[in-house]
């Protein structure tokens, strides 16, 4: 652990909902906080966008966990954002995702003993195997449910001490492929294949899903508004349409931040709720050892996606209650490809949003990759739009005929890019496999005196992943000893 910040001026790069949430946090525990956010508004991935009268939500759907006396709900809590208001339970009618696969259909429940009882019902043969993986499951579950989950030691992956891969895994419990297929699902959330994906953040993320499932009641911007007015309302100064272009540094310690108009905010301490890759290019050469430099710069990506928001008549579909997931995998179980499905209230014209997500390979888009959103020319609205009509004939063929649809918009990883400045427009940041664990471990703690990360790339992707890692970045700023004081003063 390093040693803490002196003052108490704090600049976040980034008002993403990491960049947020560290920046209410740092302003409870009396720091005097300055966000800069490149975009003219602020929530970053967490952020919709409005077409014809139709929210679009792009990066929050669906979050785990945000019951009271849950990990993300108590994190809700400490910083004082009124879950209620924002968000509403799913799975109403015992359901909260539907895995469609060719030849069989898994509905994950609310809860871990139902998810338990469902899985034994419909894979009979795997029950040894079952009851060794929700053995692990239980036991992650239980450390996430510890209010210390936070609290230990820097990471809250530390006292959890599964690393190995689900694939390695499932090679000893030689489960079948439709229970393999099953297990893989929850991967989707965070881009990371299955066979790669450490058992800790694979089970981290269902048991999270697990506990309970929420949908936004407010659209994206509405979510980036609560967050970013209870940062202001703590006296925190957002700068918006203002991007960060260098970090400066002095005897190897953060001093401030310099905005591309030249004006610098000097700082006692610098949080990056931004991409590391981003963070190497704001800081000067010679600021990292050139191993360092060279390990970030050589991070492997979690893939880009591409989602097409559509307008469909919301008499013919109703919005649905749960998620599907329409997948297909090969015979031994492995995943080939996967589309999410929403349908969510559109507006009050009878329209509905139908959102489709699903991978998309960054080389797919590279003709493009030297140009900027808007201006990609023809022939790339042309790709996307027959992208888009490809996606919506295979949602045809899940829900029936579409009726009168109408597309509203279509994103790539070129877009995400753009927008939120992530290299290759991965979409949970750097990939967090058991082959990459090492070296994204390093991120964590960077070896410059009153800087850290923040966000999706600090410990893990998702809106619980950016809360904890902000948790971890108050740590860092004020070090080990008045962070405990004072988590436990508010607690
Ligand atoms: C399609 C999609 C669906 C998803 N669905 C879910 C979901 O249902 N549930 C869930 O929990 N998670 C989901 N996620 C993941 C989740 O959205 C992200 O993990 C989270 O929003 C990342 O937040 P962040 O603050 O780390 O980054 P971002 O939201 O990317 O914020 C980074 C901010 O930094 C700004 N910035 C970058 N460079 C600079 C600079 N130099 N100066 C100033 N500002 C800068 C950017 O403009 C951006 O606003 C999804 C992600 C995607 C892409």
Redesign the pocket.
Known sequence: MRNPIEGNRVVI?????????AGILLSLLDYRVTI????PL??????SYRRRGIEC????????ALGPAEPLGRLFSFLGLPVEDLFYRMGGHGVTDRYAFDDFSFDLPVGIDAYEDRLKAAFPDDLDAIVLLMKTLRRIAEGMRDPLFMMNGGDPFANMNDFRSMGECLAELQVSPGLRAVLAVPCQ?IGVEFDDCPVILHNMVLAGYLFSAWRPKVSGAGLADAFAGRFTALGGTLLCG????KIHLRDRRATGVQL?SGEILPADGVVA???PK?VL??LDKDALRPSMQERIATLAETE??I?CQARVDAARHPEMDHNLYRLHSDRAGRILDGV?YQIRHGDESGGNLLSI?TRSHYSDWQQWEHTRSGHRGRDYEAAKAAKGDDLLKRASEVFGDLGRVELLDIFTPLS?RD????PEGS???VLRSSGQLLKVASLKNLPVEGLCL?????LA??????LL?SFNAARQMMGEKRFREAFCAFS
């Open positions: 790069i980034g008002a993403g909902v990491g960049g947020l949430s800069i956010e490149k975009n602020p929530g970053g991935l967490m952020r939500s792009v990066g929050v759907h669906y979050v785990g959330l203002r991007q960060a272009a591309d709720a931004v991409h981003v290019e704001l880009g996606v989602v999410f997500i995400l927008w939120m400045n992530c979409c949970y940041g923040a966000g999706q790339n600090a992707p998702g809106v619980l992943g950016c890692g």
